[in-house]
T-cell receptor, first 114, second 113 residues
Framework: EPEVTQTPSHQVTQMGQEVILRCVPI?????FYWYRQILGQKVEFLVS????????KSEIFDDQFSVERPDGSNFTLKIRSTKLEDSAMYFC????????????FGQGTRLTVV | AQSVAQPEDQVNVAEGNPLTVKCTYS??????LFWYVQYPNRGLQFLLK??????LVKGSYGFEAEFNKSQTSFHLKKPSALVSDSALYFC???????????FGPGTRLSVLP
């Protein structure tokens, strides 16, 4: 069964450093998302991506964040100048074109900023 | 703007008893409603969805949910709980104007043996 894969599973970084979280969405999906979850709490929307551009973003997704689909298969989230409060579980998800379908989530990347 | 409420942070139920996890929503337009489950240190796993049609939808692992338009609710149910159902449950909504999924705060279900 196809699945969304994320790497790395755990990333530890120094405050102020840049990190890139990687995702491989399901191959025939067209909508891609990043969500984050702090300490097993609420799942917060960061950004959605469609047709090679950002379609929606939340207030969390400020200039510190960027997304890219560099090669037609990978979907990356870059966090510049990480802060302690960026420590969270980051989930990538993808869904097919139609709006009435569910999103498929990866297993997440746990980011720890020290 | 879309929003989802899950009024209970925690639900405890004895194994073999029926369980209900509550969800209410607010959207403009027609709602597309989803339930996800999260086991410890894992991603979100899809359980079931309501798009249109019958108000009672059936999903994975014996779960079902009832859509109630007048009460804007989409409660998750299971007739007989298992200890292995213990997890964090999230309700989510998507409307036909937006693309992202908006999640509720989650309800931790504990099924006691």
């Amino acid at each position: 069964e196809p699945e969304v894969t994320q790497t790395p599973s755990h990333q530890v970084t120094q405050m102020g450093q840049e990190v890139i979280l990687r995702c491989v969405p399901i191959s025939n999906h067209l909508y891609f998302y990043w969500y984050r979850q702090i300490l097993g709490q609420k799942v917060e929307f960061l950004v959605s991506f469609y047709n090679n551009e950002i379609s929606e973003k939340s207030e969390i997704f400020d200039d510190q964040f960027s997304v890219e689909r560099p090669d037609g298969s990978n979907f990356t989230l870059k966090i510049r100048s990480t802060k302690l409060e960026d420590s969270a579980m980051y989930f990538c998800a993808s869904s097919p074109q139609t709006l009435n379908t569910e999103a498929f989530f990866g297993q997440g990347t746990r980011l720890t900023v020290v | 703007a879309q929003s989802v409420a899950q009024p209970e942070d925690q639900v405890n139920v004895a194994e073999g008893n029926p369980l209900t996890v509550k969800c209410t929503y607010s959207v403009s337009g027609n709602p597309y409603l989803f339930w996800y489950v999260q086991y410890p240190n894992r991603g979100l796993q899809f359980l079931l969805k309501y798009i249109t049609g019958d108000n009672l939808v059936k999903g994975s692992y014996g779960f079902e949910a009832e859509f109630n338009k007048s009460q804007t609710s989409f409660h998750l149910k299971k007739p007989s709980a298992l200890v292995s159902d213990s997890a964090l449950y999230f309700c989510a909504v998507r409307d036909n104007y937006g693309q992202n999924f908006v999640f509720g705060p989650g309800t931790r279900l504990s099924v006691l043996p």
